[in-house]
Protein backbone atom coordinates (compact mmCIF):
# COMPACT_ATOMS: atom_id res chain seq x y z
CA UNK A 1 0.00 0.00 0.00
CA UNK A 2 1.67 3.32 -1.15
CA UNK A 3 0.70 6.31 1.47
CA UNK A 4 1.32 10.23 0.90
CA UNK A 5 1.26 13.38 2.78
CA UNK A 6 -2.03 15.28 2.21
CA UNK A 7 -1.19 19.37 3.23
CA UNK A 8 -3.85 21.41 3.62
CA UNK A 9 -2.59 25.44 3.91
CA UNK A 10 -4.53 27.10 6.77
CA UNK A 11 -5.10 30.14 4.75
CA UNK A 12 -7.04 28.14 2.64
CA UNK A 13 -9.60 26.87 5.40
CA UNK A 14 -12.86 29.34 5.44
CA UNK A 15 -13.69 29.53 9.82
CA UNK A 16 -16.75 29.01 10.22
CA UNK A 17 -19.27 29.88 14.00
CA UNK A 18 -20.96 26.75 15.85
CA UNK A 19 -24.50 26.30 15.38
CA UNK A 20 -25.96 25.16 19.00
CA UNK A 21 -29.16 22.86 19.18
CA UNK A 22 -29.18 23.68 23.19
CA UNK A 23 -27.62 26.96 23.44
CA UNK A 24 -23.51 26.88 24.73
CA UNK A 25 -24.23 23.30 25.86
CA UNK A 26 -24.73 20.89 22.97
CA UNK A 27 -23.25 22.01 19.72
CA UNK A 28 -24.85 20.90 16.69
CA UNK A 29 -22.78 18.46 14.11
CA UNK A 30 -20.97 16.82 17.29
CA UNK A 31 -20.40 14.80 20.05
CA UNK A 32 -22.00 15.87 23.35
CA UNK A 33 -21.66 14.01 26.60
CA UNK A 34 -24.46 13.52 29.27
CA UNK A 35 -22.66 11.92 32.44
CA UNK A 36 -23.62 11.41 36.13
CA UNK A 37 -24.16 8.60 38.55
CA UNK A 38 -26.91 5.95 37.41
CA UNK A 39 -30.48 7.52 38.80
CA UNK A 40 -29.55 10.78 38.49
CA UNK A 41 -32.55 12.28 35.81
CA UNK A 42 -29.82 11.70 32.58
CA UNK A 43 -32.40 10.03 30.30
CA UNK A 44 -35.24 11.85 31.63
CA UNK A 45 -33.36 15.43 31.42
CA UNK A 46 -32.36 14.60 27.00
CA UNK A 47 -36.37 13.24 26.82
CA UNK A 48 -37.27 16.61 28.21
CA UNK A 49 -34.33 18.42 25.76
CA UNK A 50 -35.93 16.32 22.65
CA UNK A 51 -39.50 17.36 23.39
CA UNK A 52 -38.56 20.97 23.52
CA UNK A 53 -36.80 20.24 20.25
CA UNK A 54 -39.50 18.57 18.86
CA UNK A 55 -41.76 21.82 19.93
CA UNK A 56 -39.25 24.43 18.91
CA UNK A 57 -38.51 25.92 21.66
CA UNK A 58 -35.55 24.21 22.76
CA UNK A 59 -32.70 27.35 23.56
CA UNK A 60 -30.61 27.27 20.24
CA UNK A 61 -30.39 28.03 16.72
CA UNK A 62 -33.06 25.79 15.92
CA UNK A 63 -35.56 27.27 17.91
CA UNK A 64 -38.83 28.17 16.17
CA UNK A 65 -38.03 25.01 14.32
CA UNK A 66 -39.43 22.23 15.21
CA UNK A 67 -37.32 18.98 14.41
CA UNK A 68 -37.05 15.54 15.23
CA UNK A 69 -34.90 13.21 17.24
CA UNK A 70 -33.51 9.48 16.98
CA UNK A 71 -33.88 7.52 20.48
CA UNK A 72 -31.55 4.55 20.70
CA UNK A 73 -31.90 2.93 23.96
CA UNK A 74 -31.63 -0.10 25.41
CA UNK A 75 -31.91 0.05 28.97
CA UNK A 76 -35.52 2.29 29.36
CA UNK A 77 -38.38 0.48 28.19
CA UNK A 78 -40.88 2.25 25.03
CA UNK A 79 -43.86 1.99 26.10
CA UNK A 80 -43.47 2.61 30.41
CA UNK A 81 -40.52 4.99 30.35
CA UNK A 82 -39.59 6.78 27.07
CA UNK A 83 -43.23 7.34 25.87
CA UNK A 84 -44.82 8.64 29.15
CA UNK A 85 -41.94 10.34 30.26
CA UNK A 86 -42.09 12.39 26.64
CA UNK A 87 -45.90 12.64 27.19
CA UNK A 88 -45.16 14.50 30.49
CA UNK A 89 -42.87 17.10 28.47
CA UNK A 90 -45.75 17.41 26.02
CA UNK A 91 -43.33 16.27 23.11
CA UNK A 92 -44.39 16.52 19.28
CA UNK A 93 -44.46 12.34 19.45
CA UNK A 94 -44.58 12.40 15.81
CA UNK A 95 -41.27 14.24 15.81
CA UNK A 96 -39.37 11.42 17.71
CA UNK A 97 -38.57 7.73 16.66
CA UNK A 98 -36.83 4.79 17.90
CA UNK A 99 -34.22 3.15 15.76
CA UNK A 100 -33.49 -0.39 15.62
CA UNK A 101 -32.01 -2.38 12.72
CA UNK A 102 -33.66 -5.65 11.00
CA UNK A 103 -30.62 -8.02 10.29
CA UNK A 104 -32.35 -9.34 6.95
CA UNK A 105 -29.34 -12.02 6.68
CA UNK A 106 -30.26 -13.59 10.54
CA UNK A 107 -33.87 -12.52 10.32
CA UNK A 108 -33.71 -10.67 13.72
CA UNK A 109 -33.83 -7.84 14.69
CA UNK A 110 -30.88 -6.01 16.53
CA UNK A 111 -29.32 -3.19 18.80
CA UNK A 112 -27.96 -0.05 16.70
CA UNK A 113 -23.96 -0.85 16.60
CA UNK A 114 -20.76 1.53 16.27
CA UNK A 115 -19.52 2.66 13.75
CA UNK A 116 -20.96 -0.30 11.09
CA UNK A 117 -24.70 1.39 11.61
CA UNK A 118 -23.72 4.89 10.80
CA UNK A 119 -24.52 5.02 7.50
CA UNK A 120 -28.49 3.42 8.36
CA UNK A 121 -28.57 6.18 10.90
CA UNK A 122 -27.80 8.59 8.47
CA UNK A 123 -30.52 7.39 6.16
CA UNK A 124 -32.91 7.78 8.91
CA UNK A 125 -31.00 11.69 9.97
CA UNK A 126 -32.09 12.61 6.21
CA UNK A 127 -35.71 11.01 6.37
CA UNK A 128 -37.29 12.57 9.53
CA UNK A 129 -35.20 15.88 9.68
CA UNK A 130 -33.57 14.80 12.99
CA UNK A 131 -31.16 17.21 14.88
CA UNK A 132 -30.85 15.41 17.89
CA UNK A 133 -29.72 11.60 18.43
CA UNK A 134 -29.56 10.25 22.07
CA UNK A 135 -27.56 6.88 22.60
CA UNK A 136 -28.63 5.75 26.28
CA UNK A 137 -26.36 4.14 27.11
CA UNK A 138 -23.60 5.18 24.55
CA UNK A 139 -21.43 2.42 26.11
CA UNK A 140 -23.63 0.08 24.80
CA UNK A 141 -23.63 1.30 21.42
CA UNK A 142 -20.22 0.57 20.71
CA UNK A 143 -19.46 -3.05 18.33
CA UNK A 144 -18.97 -5.78 21.28
CA UNK A 145 -15.20 -6.70 19.39
CA UNK A 146 -14.22 -3.12 20.51
CA UNK A 147 -12.92 -2.42 24.35
CA UNK A 148 -14.62 0.15 25.73
CA UNK A 149 -11.56 0.59 28.17
CA UNK A 150 -9.02 1.19 25.68
CA UNK A 151 -8.55 4.83 23.68
CA UNK A 152 -7.79 2.92 19.88
CA UNK A 153 -10.96 0.95 20.57
CA UNK A 154 -13.10 3.65 21.43
CA UNK A 155 -11.85 5.92 18.52
CA UNK A 156 -12.74 3.48 16.03
CA UNK A 157 -16.21 4.34 17.13
CA UNK A 158 -16.40 7.22 18.11
CA UNK A 159 -14.43 9.03 15.30
CA UNK A 160 -16.56 7.70 12.59
CA UNK A 161 -19.84 8.69 14.18
CA UNK A 162 -18.36 12.38 14.24
CA UNK A 163 -18.01 12.70 10.94
CA UNK A 164 -21.35 11.50 10.47
CA UNK A 165 -23.02 14.44 13.00
CA UNK A 166 -21.01 16.75 11.33
CA UNK A 167 -21.80 15.83 7.93
CA UNK A 168 -25.74 15.81 8.80
CA UNK A 169 -25.43 18.94 10.95
CA UNK A 170 -26.97 16.17 13.42
CA UNK A 171 -26.00 16.46 17.54
CA UNK A 172 -25.04 13.84 19.28
CA UNK A 173 -26.21 12.97 22.85
CA UNK A 174 -24.49 9.92 24.28
CA UNK A 175 -25.53 9.11 27.98
CA UNK A 176 -22.60 7.75 30.25
CA UNK A 177 -22.36 6.69 33.88
CA UNK A 178 -19.51 8.25 36.17
CA UNK A 179 -17.10 6.32 38.33
CA UNK A 180 -18.20 6.28 42.56
CA UNK A 181 -14.68 7.17 42.98
CA UNK A 182 -13.83 10.47 44.86
CA UNK A 183 -12.30 12.90 43.37
CA UNK A 184 -13.50 16.57 41.99
CA UNK A 185 -12.88 16.15 38.12
CA UNK A 186 -15.62 15.97 36.85
CA UNK A 187 -14.20 14.15 33.17
CA UNK A 188 -12.13 11.92 35.23
CA UNK A 189 -15.17 10.50 37.00
CA UNK A 190 -16.92 9.39 33.32
CA UNK A 191 -16.21 5.60 32.85
CA UNK A 192 -14.68 4.02 30.22
CA UNK A 193 -11.10 5.49 27.93
CA UNK A 194 -10.51 8.64 28.18
CA UNK A 195 -11.56 8.86 24.71
CA UNK A 196 -14.93 9.80 25.35
CA UNK A 197 -14.34 12.90 26.48
CA UNK A 198 -11.30 13.49 24.58
CA UNK A 199 -13.10 13.13 21.13
CA UNK A 200 -16.54 14.86 22.45
CA UNK A 201 -16.74 18.81 22.16
CA UNK A 202 -18.87 19.29 25.28
CA UNK A 203 -19.70 17.24 28.38
CA UNK A 204 -22.27 17.88 30.65
CA UNK A 205 -22.59 16.48 33.98
CA UNK A 206 -25.53 16.06 35.90
CA UNK A 207 -25.01 15.77 40.16
CA UNK A 208 -26.99 16.06 43.14
CA UNK A 209 -27.20 19.16 45.09
CA UNK A 210 -25.16 18.74 47.59
CA UNK A 211 -27.51 21.48 49.65
CA UNK A 212 -30.79 19.75 48.34
CA UNK A 213 -30.99 15.70 48.19
CA UNK A 214 -33.85 16.47 45.95
CA UNK A 215 -31.89 18.97 43.56
CA UNK A 216 -30.28 17.90 40.65
CA UNK A 217 -27.68 20.33 38.85
CA UNK A 218 -26.15 20.30 35.28
CA UNK A 219 -23.33 21.84 34.46
CA UNK A 220 -20.96 21.60 31.74
CA UNK A 221 -16.91 20.92 32.81
CA UNK A 222 -15.74 20.52 29.41
CA UNK A 223 -16.24 22.26 25.98
CA UNK A 224 -13.84 23.00 23.21
CA UNK A 225 -16.18 25.37 20.91
CA UNK A 226 -16.58 28.11 23.61
CA UNK A 227 -19.70 29.94 24.63
CA UNK A 228 -20.94 30.99 28.16
CA UNK A 229 -22.73 28.21 30.17
CA UNK A 230 -23.92 28.79 33.81
CA UNK A 231 -24.74 25.41 35.58
CA UNK A 232 -28.69 25.28 36.49
CA UNK A 233 -30.82 23.08 39.04
CA UNK A 234 -33.58 21.13 37.85
CA UNK A 235 -36.26 18.52 40.18
CA UNK A 236 -37.68 15.66 38.89
CA UNK A 237 -41.59 15.68 40.01
CA UNK A 238 -44.00 13.05 39.29
CA UNK A 239 -47.02 13.52 37.04
CA UNK A 240 -49.78 11.24 35.58
CA UNK A 241 -50.29 11.20 32.03
CA UNK A 242 -52.58 8.64 31.16
CA UNK A 243 -54.58 6.02 32.41
CA UNK A 244 -53.76 1.83 31.51
CA UNK A 245 -57.38 0.63 30.70
CA UNK A 246 -56.10 -2.99 30.33
CA UNK A 247 -54.12 -2.99 34.02
CA UNK A 248 -57.02 -0.54 35.47
CA UNK A 249 -54.38 1.96 36.86
CA UNK A 250 -52.58 5.78 36.14
CA UNK A 251 -49.69 5.82 34.03
CA UNK A 252 -47.25 8.30 36.53
CA UNK A 253 -43.88 9.04 35.32
CA UNK A 254 -41.11 11.68 35.82
CA UNK A 255 -40.88 15.21 34.79
CA UNK A 256 -38.38 18.17 34.59
CA UNK A 257 -38.91 21.30 36.16
CA UNK A 258 -36.33 23.98 35.79
CA UNK A 259 -34.73 26.26 38.36
CA UNK A 260 -31.99 29.03 38.71
CA UNK A 261 -28.81 29.39 36.71
CA UNK A 262 -25.55 29.33 38.95
CA UNK A 263 -22.29 30.69 38.49
CA UNK A 264 -20.40 27.76 40.51
CA UNK A 265 -18.95 25.23 38.28
CA UNK A 266 -19.30 21.56 38.41
CA UNK A 267 -15.81 21.13 39.59
CA UNK A 268 -16.66 23.38 42.54
CA UNK A 269 -20.28 21.41 43.18
CA UNK A 270 -18.18 18.13 43.40
CA UNK A 271 -15.82 19.69 45.30
CA UNK A 272 -18.40 20.68 47.89
CA UNK A 273 -20.25 17.51 47.79
CA UNK A 274 -16.92 15.30 48.97
CA UNK A 275 -16.13 17.94 51.60
CA UNK A 276 -19.75 17.36 53.13
CA UNK A 277 -20.62 13.74 52.02
CA UNK A 278 -24.26 12.39 50.84
CA UNK A 279 -25.99 14.30 53.58
CA UNK A 280 -25.86 17.60 52.15
CA UNK A 281 -24.81 20.79 54.78
CA UNK A 282 -25.62 20.21 58.39
CA UNK A 283 -28.74 21.49 59.88
CA UNK A 284 -27.55 24.25 61.77
CA UNK A 285 -25.80 25.10 58.35
CA UNK A 286 -29.92 25.47 56.79
CA UNK A 287 -30.96 26.96 59.86
CA UNK A 288 -28.76 30.12 59.61
CA UNK A 289 -29.25 30.91 56.25
CA UNK A 290 -33.25 30.87 57.07
CA UNK A 291 -32.64 33.05 59.77
CA UNK A 292 -30.66 35.32 57.72
CA UNK A 293 -32.78 35.58 54.99
CA UNK A 294 -35.90 36.34 57.47
CA UNK A 295 -32.98 39.41 59.01
CA UNK A 296 -32.21 40.07 55.35
CA UNK A 297 -35.19 40.13 53.31
CA UNK A 298 -37.93 43.41 52.84
CA UNK A 299 -41.16 43.55 51.38
CA UNK A 300 -39.82 45.21 48.35
CA UNK A 301 -38.25 42.99 45.31
CA UNK A 302 -34.24 43.20 45.63
CA UNK A 303 -32.00 41.72 42.93
CA UNK A 304 -31.25 38.03 44.21
CA UNK A 305 -27.54 38.33 43.37
CA UNK A 306 -27.10 41.56 46.61
CA UNK A 307 -28.36 39.00 48.52
CA UNK A 308 -26.30 36.10 47.68
CA UNK A 309 -23.37 38.48 47.58
CA UNK A 310 -23.56 39.57 50.87
CA UNK A 311 -24.77 35.92 52.30
CA UNK A 312 -21.45 35.03 50.63
CA UNK A 313 -19.45 37.53 52.28
CA UNK A 314 -20.92 36.48 55.58
CA UNK A 315 -20.21 32.82 55.01
CA UNK A 316 -23.09 31.49 53.54
CA UNK A 317 -22.47 29.80 50.67
CA UNK A 318 -24.89 30.54 47.15
CA UNK A 319 -26.28 26.61 46.92
CA UNK A 320 -27.19 26.82 50.88
CA UNK A 321 -28.84 30.42 50.87
CA UNK A 322 -30.46 29.27 47.41
CA UNK A 323 -32.72 25.98 49.40
CA UNK A 324 -33.53 28.33 52.04
CA UNK A 325 -34.87 30.42 49.83
CA UNK A 326 -37.21 28.02 48.68
CA UNK A 327 -37.89 26.31 52.03
CA UNK A 328 -38.98 29.28 53.71
CA UNK A 329 -40.85 30.65 50.61
CA UNK A 330 -38.99 33.54 49.16
CA UNK A 331 -41.02 35.20 46.45
CA UNK A 332 -39.42 35.14 43.42
CA UNK A 333 -39.68 37.58 39.98
CA UNK A 334 -37.95 37.29 36.78
CA UNK A 335 -35.86 34.52 35.16
CA UNK A 336 -32.16 33.23 35.00
CA UNK A 337 -29.96 35.96 36.87
CA UNK A 338 -32.16 38.57 36.46
CA UNK A 339 -34.34 37.49 39.65
CA UNK A 340 -35.58 39.29 42.53
CA UNK A 341 -36.73 38.02 45.81
CA UNK A 342 -38.80 39.29 48.67
CA UNK A 343 -40.09 38.48 52.02
CA UNK A 344 -42.51 35.14 51.93
CA UNK A 345 -46.19 36.52 51.84
CA UNK A 346 -46.83 33.94 54.96
CA UNK A 347 -43.48 34.06 57.02
CA UNK A 348 -42.60 30.88 57.58
CA UNK A 349 -41.13 30.06 60.90
CA UNK A 350 -38.01 28.12 61.70
CA UNK A 351 -37.95 24.99 63.13
Known sequence: MTRAAEVTRMSDVQPEATNWTWINRIPAGELTLLAGREGGGKSTLAYDLAAQLSLGILEGDF??????????????????TIVPRLMAAEADLERIVQVRVNDQDEGIKDEVSLPIDLELL??????????????????????????????????RALEPLVDMAQSCECSVLGIIHVNKHSGTDALSRVMGSRAFTAVSRSVLYVIEDPDDEKVRIIGRPKSNIGGDAPSQSFTIVSEVVGYDDAKQKEITTGRIEWGEHNDESINGILKRSESKGEHGPKPEAREA???????????????????????????????????????????????????????????????
Not at 127 to 137: K, Q, T, Y
Request: charged share 30%; aromatic share 4%.
Open 63 to 80: KDKPAGTIVVATEDDLRR
Open 122 to 155: ADVIEAEDVRLMILDPLLSRLDVGLDTHKDSDVR
Open 289 to 351: AQNWLFDHLTDRPCMSAVYLADAKADGISESTLKRAAKAIGVVVTGKGKLTSWQQPKLPVPVT
